[in-house]
């Protein structure tokens, strides 16, 4: 692919060099070599990067005063050159042919292929599944019956997808995730103390240009559904209750569990080890620290907390961390003032 490509598509200004210039991919800068590209957001980076063998660079405007130490390299020119090269990543990426189902696969009655799938060896498609154009299937995974797929997503090794399940296009399904189980929902015998499983036969949809992370699991709905929107970047080792509705865009860092019946809005991060109790509601834009803790039906919002948007909310109960921040100040002094005083 040629820069001048990569410029049609994505924008920025050529300042120096050739759009014909040829890349194969992206890379760091100690690394790079005459067919990669690398990225810088000030000068210092530039400076490595100018020393380096890459094609081409892009970094801000007005990043480095001139280019002339470096006359051999492209230079691009954009606001934000880390998702420039970002995005130029996909671009050149390069992706396997596809490779048809293989023979050690096990496919079931009345399943409909797109084109240019790949189903990979000991993975199992169920009857009556679909699965679109360009869609990758890794060895060992399995998709349950009814289940649809997309186009050009790709289904790692040894992902389970439960009955029914739906995936948008162009989604993203690491090692070991669990898509659709059955949610942890059961009504307790008052009498007996036994437990009863409440009914768990709701669906799940993953929208478009979601990523789901290793070893991750989402339940499916108890009588309605659950719903991961466009866009949605979940990590590994996380968990989302039956009935969440998880907005656009939204960042869920490892080893966060979300409770049954809960939402949280569009463009909100959720960092790692979160927990959300069950019926709580996060809303747009809200930002919640490591480790924070949102209890069960707490609605938390940016404007009902008064704070702007943006700000980070740690602790449990979760609250801005500059309040965190203060009540520690205040309780590491009592603290300090107790220990003289004796029993």
């Given amino acids: 692919m040629t820069l001048g490509d990569l410029i049609e598509v994505l924008g920025g200004e050529l300042v120096q ?4 210039t040829i890349l194969a991919g992206v890379e760091a800068s100690a690394q790079a070599n005459g067919l990669d590209l690398v990225f810088a957001e000030d000068a210092t980076s530039a400076a490595k990067a100018f020393s380096g063998a890459a094609a081409a660079i892009v970094l801000k405007p007005g990043c480095v005063e001139s280019y002339a130490q470096s ?10 050159p880390r998702l420039w090269f970002a995005r130029a990543a996909k671009l050149l990426k390069r992706t396997p042919p596809p490779a048809g189902v293989h023979s050690a696969a096990v496919i079931g009655a009345l399943v409909e292929f797109g084109e240019g799938i790949t189903v990979g060896a000991g993975a199992v498609v169920g ?59 059961y009504v307790r015998d008052p009498d007996t103390g036994s437990y009863t ?8 949809v993953i929208e478009d240009d979601v990523e789901i992370g290793a070893n991750s699991t989402i339940d499916r709905g108890a009588l309605a559904q659950t719903r991961i929107r466009r866009g949605t ?7 989302i209750g ?16 979300i409770s049954g019946s809960s939402s949280v809005g569009k463009g909100a991060v959720i960092a790692g080890q979160v927990g959300i109790g069950d019926h709580a509601h996060i809303g747009p834009g809200v930002i919640l620290g490591g480790q924070a803790g949102v209890l069960s039906g707490k609605t938390i919002t940016n404007e009902g907390l008064k704070v702007k948007s ?34």
Avoid at 327 to 340: I, W
Wanted: proline letters at 5%; one cysteine or more; glycine letters at 14%.
């Fill in 197 to 204: 499983q409440f009914p768990q036969q709701g669906t799940l």
């Fill in 233 to 239: 970047k979940i990590d590994n080792l996380v968990h």
């Fill in 310 to 343: 943006g700000t980070v909310l740690w602790g449990t109960p979760a609250r801005p961390l500059k309040q965190v921040l203060r009540e520690l100040v205040v309780l590491a002094r009592l603290a300090k003032k107790g220990s003289g005083v004796r029993d």
């Fill in 71 to 80: 006359p051999a390299m492209s230079v691009v020119e954009t606001v934000q």
């Fill in 242 to 257: 039956h009935n969440c509705d998880i907005g656009e865009d939204v960042i869920v860092v490892a080893l966060t569990g």
């Fill in 127 to 185: 009857e009556c599944a679909i699965i679109g154009d360009g869609t990758r299937i890794e060895a060992g995974a399995v998709i349950g019956p009814y289940v649809q797929i997309g186009e050009n997503c790709h289904i790692y090794p040894r992902v389970t997808l439960y009955r029914g399940t739906t995936l948008g296009n162009r989604i993203v399904v690491h090692a070991g995730a669990v898509l659709g189980a059955d949610g942890f929902g």
């Fill in 17 to 20: 060099g050739s759009p014909e």
